[in-house]
């Protein structure tokens, strides 16, 4: 089974819609760190942001924000009022206590934000 | 501050040919990892190294692929004899162990990223 799951393989929408990335984990640790990296067309990885499983709050970064809910193993990320430079590929990812170097990276989606 | 420095940015090479790829990673982290990109496997990792020393190279392809970090500023990934199905995007990144740094601490940080074609 994946340890990360993004559905969303491939969204589009309209500038200035806001779009939910979803992203489900699986984990028997009690201990692990999410993540979230965008993936431009030019092609480097950058990190977003970074939870770890005691902070269930959510975070809000500009228009970028997080819903991390344990209840439901789910760690979405939410762009309000979108942009064309949102245009990316976003992947999630998990570490856990048994290994902090060993990262599961979900597939990515894909997000289209068309003018 | 100088994020993971990664070279060359692209290299087109011929079958056979041996390819050498570098990275200089983070001042003052403690692990490197080299992962590689492909449309069909998405992102591998390959072998991560901890102060230097590798720790988990079982996502090595085979043994025409090696990495070596001589010191803890640069690693090299090699490649040889290099095979048309190499071809990929190939990411070092780096990150510290330690946990207090706030909202950092076993964050991996990517380079740019190494275009690889071998033809």
């Known amino acids: 089974a994946q340890k990360v799951t993004q559905a969303q393989t491939e969204i589009s929408v309209v500038e200035k819609e806001d779009v939910t990335l979803d992203c489900v984990y699986e984990?028997?640790?009690?201990?692990?760190?999410l993540f979230w990296y965008k993936q431009p067309p030019s092609g480097e990885l950058v990190f977003l942001i970074r939870?770890?499983?005691?902070?269930?709050q959510n975070e809000i970064s500009g228009r970028y924000s997080w819903n991390f809910q344990k209840s439901t193993s789910s760690f979405n990320f939410t762009i309000t009022a979108s942009q064309v430079v949102d245009s990316a590929v976003y992947f999630c990812?998990?570490?856990?206590?048994?290994?902090?170097?060993?990262?599961?990276f979900g597939s990515g989606t894909k997000l289209n934000v068309k003018p | 501050d100088a994020g993971v420095i990664q070279s060359p940015r692209h290299e087109v090479t011929e079958m056979g040919q041996e390819v050498t790829l570098r990275c200089k990673p983070i001042?003052?982290?403690?692990?490197l990892f080299w992962y590689r990109q492909t449309m069909m496997r998405g992102l591998e990792l390959l072998i991560y190294?901890?102060?230097?020393?590798?720790?988990?190279d079982s996502g090595m392809p085979e043994d025409r692929f090696s990495a070596k970090m001589p010191n803890a500023s640069f690693s090299t990934l090699k490649i040889q004899p290099s095979e048309p199905r190499d071809s990929a995007v190939y990411f070092c990144?780096?990150?510290?162990?330690?946990?207090?740094?706030?909202?950092?601490?076993?964050?991996?940080?990517f380079g740019e990223g190494s275009w690889l074609t071998v033809v």
């Open positions: 990812a998990l570490s856990e206590a048994g290994n902090f170097n060993k990262f599961y």
């Open positions: 939870r770890n499983s005691f902070d269930e």
């Open positions: 984990t028997r640790d009690t201990t692990y760190y």
């Open positions: 190294f901890n102060n230097n020393v590798p720790i988990d």
């Open positions: 001042s003052g982290h403690n692990s």
């Open positions: 990144a780096s990150s510290t162990s330690d946990l207090t740094v706030h909202n950092s601490g076993n964050t991996i940080y």
